[in-house]
T-cell receptor
Framework: QKEVEQDPGPLSVPEGAIVSLNCTYSNSAFQYFMWYRQYSRKGPELLMYTYSSGNKEDGRFTAQVDKSSKYISLFIRDSQPSDSATYLCAMREAGGGNKLTFGTGTQLKVEL | DSGVTQTPKHLITATGQRVTLRCSPRSGDLSVYWYQQSLDQGLQFLIQYYNGEERAKGNILERFSAQQFPDLHSELNLSSLELGDSALYFC????????????FGPGTRLLVL
């Protein structure tokens, strides 16, 4: 079983919809949680960075972390066609280097 | 643009060959990370260097090696290449300021024929 599980999709939504993307994990030592967006044939781009449990909002994006359930979410409000990409969750332990463990990514398509 | 540069963008080679991938981190970043992204495995951490020294190692094959030079650029060497080594190879960099966000380069696409 992988340390980080993520539904690969594809997920197709109409423009303006609220999108919910999720990851579960098994390693209770993970303390830092990230969401990256990756367009086709490009490098991952950091969207959200959170530490421990709680919510963080940045524009149309909200990241939630529930450490008790080992579950993280990314919500995208008022989704746009330009949001069409693969979304990768990533996480790491505190200390001991900075190795990121990634989910396999969810492919999102926002249609007009 | 993340500020991380990688060369070459594409590489096509044959089985058994050796290639070198190059990465220049963002200005001021001391840490460099290498990741492999394949269709079936997703993004996998290979190795981290900090200011010239190896800091952490992931699932890196013995046929692969890396180093970070005094000017902080890094090279990933892949030898005795196999078909299964075909993948996207990403470099990322971070500073050492506490919240160590990793910024990724555009990647090198390797195709082994």
């Amino acid at each position: 079983q992988k340390e980080v599980e993520q539904d690969p999709g594809p997920l197709s939504v109409p423009e303006g919809a609220i999108v919910s993307l999720n990851c579960t994990y098994s390693n209770s030592a993970f303390q830092y949680f990230m969401w990256y967006r990756q367009y086709s044939r490009k490098g991952p781009e950091l969207l959200m960075y959170t530490y421990s449990s709680g919510n963080k909002e940045d524009g149309r994006f909200t990241a939630q972390v529930d450490k008790s359930s080992k579950y993280i979410s990314l919500f995208i409000r008022d989704s746009q066609p330009s949001d069409s990409a693969t979304y990768l969750c990533a996480m790491r332990e505190a200390g001991g280097g900075n190795k990121l463990t990634f989910g396999t990514g969810t492919q999102l398509k926002v249609e007009l | 643009d993340s500020g991380v540069t990688q060369t070459p963008k594409h590489l096509i080679t044959a089985t058994g060959q050796r290639v070198t991938l190059r990465c220049s981190p963002r200005s001021g970043d001391l840490s460099v990370y290498w990741y492999q992204q394949s269709l079936d495995q997703g993004l996998q951490f290979l190795i981290q260097y900090y200011n010239g020294e190896e800091r952490a190692k992931g699932n890196i094959l013995e046929r692969f090696s890396a180093q970070q030079f005094p000017d902080l650029h890094s090279e990933l060497n892949l030898s005795s290449l196999e078909l299964g080594d075909s993948a996207l190879y990403f470099c990322a960099s971070s500073s050492e300021t506490g919240e160590e966000t990793q910024y990724f380069g555009p990647g090198t696409r390797l195709l082994v024929l």
